[in-house]
């Protein structure tokens, strides 16, 4: 108990001091300027590049204010060119930080706070940014961006160029989309950085390294005994490792964990391994509290507390047998974790790995760190050889892995589990990971069964399920009835990387256990709407496809104003638009309404006036709907009084980001529906907003309410 309590006091101080350095609000949105260190390696984007940025002073119209010390900044022209260490003075607009909020979906907001940025914003155009320094700090950073650079030059446009300077440096920015994708349906992801594997191989190889020749006659210059000499170097080679990263949070807990192996071997203590891994437990949570947020201290602690289970069982038994169960065990061990944090699992990964990390580790690694080596000391053209040489076999290991990827079974996609099912899990992975001869293994199987096999609740006969997502500045909505579902628009792409449809869509029906979209619906062509309709369509079985601009969506056919169908015992009507009547435009929207025995939703994409008075003119008062998705997002040119007399919602809601720079909702359209007493949602304030309409009535699951977190900016 006491030391429940002593965790829970450390935990918030230190959750408290990152929320105490957050922008205050008042200074949201005003130009300030700020003077600081580039941080972190820039992240090349579409528009200019974004990188952080240490805070030193800042002032608002000439008086110093308080800013966060670590704020996360883009710059949209590109004009600027930074590099690590340098120091700049720029004029910038900042938010508090603010992300997506979706059943399934990525905590932003948890992920900056883990990151310690206390603000996101943008450099301004109209005020030069001025470059103070050249070289004011940072000196590992500079090291590390020169180091990837150099790598760049040797390689000279090799498709994995950016694998091996994930290697060499941590920066996984050379890594393509195409890539990722075969890593992750294999299970080896975890091999492209300087990972907490990486950096045991290395101390590893070390150890064992500097043991033997240490132990060779004549050759050590002190007395010392060769194992604790082997300890330090593998400490010191580990700690140069986990610097090319950057000090990242997987390589410090590493460095803890090593810490206390090698401290066991220069105490000459006989640990258990068990309780080496429980102290290197309790001094990462000492160092840093928060780091039980990120899925890598989970995953990476689980790995090795299945590979010690496993091992216990395993000897006597061929090295290749137990490399072999090895993986056998984190397999298992990790698939309970997988689908909590990712909702999927790699079936071949223990396959994949098998060959992959034997061929990273103890080959390519150690030729890139030599060849990393070799750039300090020796000409280009003989440090490029081992950093060819390993990127060839990354080339050739990749047709494998490419191979096994293309398998249509590769990866297991599901919901994430309820608690029960989870800890049933971990009970039946430990009983199936048991040594031989432990009575009833096979009942681990039994165990671990409803993981793989419970799917979340449906809706029932005649019911509507009514989810209005998270997407920020645009619109995507979901509505499930009893057996189908339908997507209405998928919310906006922000670049080649990233679109609200993989990053929002996709991830919510998976957590509801949807795997196929009976009609995708885009209401339009603007890209807040159908900028993730192509990753949906890639991902996702869809057996029809409507929208105002067919020509845009392959195997489209175009909403038509009349047509409708049912559904379970709920009916759906497109309402506009009329055959030929609009020519493009947010007036085309499609328009749908949705009709059940306990309740009706209006979904009018981004009409305004003009669209409104002809729904009035061809509908009435049949218009009238218990939920509407407010036009254009509450512009000021839709929602007219007329239209809302007509639908006469009881709740309506707001698609909207965060502080847009349109300013929606505008203040007179919200008073209109204030006035009227209708109940208000919004994105930004509610997260996804989910509806059930049942013979009970309309259940309302806002999920910033239902999931709140302490993070959360209020």
């Not at 205050?24 to 949105?29: Q, S």
């Not at 720029?90 to 310690?116: C, I, M, S, T, W």
């Not at 919510?508 to 900028?531: A, C, E, F, K, P």
């Amino acid at each position: 108990m006491l030391f429940f309590v002593a965790g829970v006091l450390w935990l918030s101080v230190r959750a408290d001091m990152v929320l105490e350095d957050r922008l205050p609000a008042e200074l949201e949105g005003e130009i300030l300027q700020i003077k600081g260190v580039i941080a972190e390696l820039p992240r090349k984007t579409v528009r200019g590049s974004r990188f952080e940025f240490l805070v030193e002073e800042a002032w608002r119209e000439g008086r110093a204010v308080r800013a966060p010390r670590r704020v996360l900044l883009s710059d949209y022209d590109g004009a600027m060119a930074p590099a690590v260490g340098e120091r700049w003075l720029v004029a910038v607009k900042l938010k508090r930080p603010h992300g997506f909020q979706n059943p399934g979906g990525f905590d932003y907001e948890g992920y900056l706070f883990h990151k310690r940025i206390g603000a996101r914003g943008y450099i301004r155009k109209d005020i030069v940014p001025r470059r103070l320094s050249a070289a004011a700090g940072q000196g590992l950073g500079r090291l590390r961006q020169g180091l990837g650079q150099r790598i760049c030059h040797a390689l000279q446009g090799d498709p994995f160029t950016g694998v091996i300077t994930a290697l060499a440096n941590g920066d996984r920015r050379g890594i393509s989309d195409a890539q990722w994708q075969v890593m992750r349906r294999t299970g080896t992801q975890h091999l492209m950085a300087i990972s907490g594997l990486h950096v045991g191989l290395v101390a590893g190889l070390v150890f064992f390294l500097a043991r033997w020749l240490w132990a060779l006659p004549g050759f050590p210059v002190l007395r010392w005994p060769a194992p604790k000499a082997a300890a330090v170097c593998a400490m010191a080679a580990a700690v140069a490792y986990a610097a090319l990263a950057g000090f990242s949070i997987p390589t410090q807990r590493a460095m803890i964990m090593l810490s206390v192996v090698m401290g066991a071997v220069l105490l000459q203590r006989r640990i258990a391994p068990s309780s080496l891994l429980a102290a290197a437990l309790l001094l990462v949570l000492i160092y840093d509290p928060l780091a039980v947020m990120a899925a890598g201290f989970w995953l990476s602690f689980g790995a090795v507390a299945g590979i010690l289970f496993v091992m216990k069982g395993q000897q006597g038994r061929r090295r290749w047998q137990q490399w072999g169960s090895i993986q056998w065990a984190v397999a298992v061990g990790l698939a309970p974790l997988s689908l909590l944090f990712f909702g999927q699992v790699s079936v071949i990964a223990p396959v994949a790995n098998l060959l992959a990390v034997p061929l990273f580790g103890f080959i390519i690694v150690p030729l890139t760190l030599i060849g990393v080596s070799l750039l300090a000391v020796a000409p280009a053209a003989v440090a490029a050889l081992p950093l060819q040489a390993a990127v060839w076999l990354v080339g050739t290991l990749w047709q494998v892995l490419a191979w096994l990827a293309g398998h249509e079974q590769a990866l297991w996609v599901a919901p994430s589990p309820p608690a029960w099912a989870l800890v049933c899990a971990t009970v039946g992975a430990m009983l199936v990971l048991a040594p031989r001869g432990w009575p009833g293994r096979w009942l681990g199987a039994v165990w671990m069964l409803p993981l793989f096999v419970l799917r979340p609740a449906g809706p029932g006969p005649g019911e509507v399920w009514f989810t209005l997502l998270d997407v920020g500045q645009g619109l995507a909505a979901v509505v499930r009835t009893e057996t189908h579902t339908l997507v209405y628009d998928t919310g906006p792409r922000f670049s080649d990387r990233f679109d609200t449809g993989q990053a929002v869509v996709l991830p919510y029906l998976r957590s509801q256990g949807v795997t196929q979209v009976d009609t995708l619906m885009i209401s339009h062509g603007d890209n807040d709407h159908i900028g993730g309709a192509h990753s949906v369509l890639q991902a996702i079985p869809v057996r029809q496809v409507m929208s105002s601009v067919p020509q845009r969506l392959p195997g489209a056919v175009p909403c038509q104003a009349g047509r409708g169908w049912h559904w379970d015992g709920v009916s759906f009507a497109i309402l506009n638009p009329p055959v030929s009547a609009w020519h493009g435009g947010n007036n085309a929207s499609c328009v749908l309404r949705i009709s059940g025995p306990s309740g009706s939703v209006l979904l009018s994409g981004d009409i305004e006036a003009g669209g409104e008075r002809a729904l009035l003119a061809r509908y009435g008062t049949t218009l009238a709907s218990d939920i509407l998705v407010v036009p254009h997002h509450g512009s000021k040119t839709s929602s007219t009084d007329r239209f809302l007399a007509a639908v006469r919602p009881g709740m309506a809601l707001f698609p909207v980001g965060y502080r847009n720079r349109y300013q929606h909702p505008h203040s007179s359209v919200l008073a209109r529906y204030q006035r009227r007493g209708i109940v208000l949602y919004d994105s930004p304030r509610d997260g996804a907003v989910q509806m059930r309409l049942h013979p009970r009535g309309i259940a309302v699951e806002p999920y910033r309410e239902t999931h709140r977190r302490f993070w959360f900016n209020p």
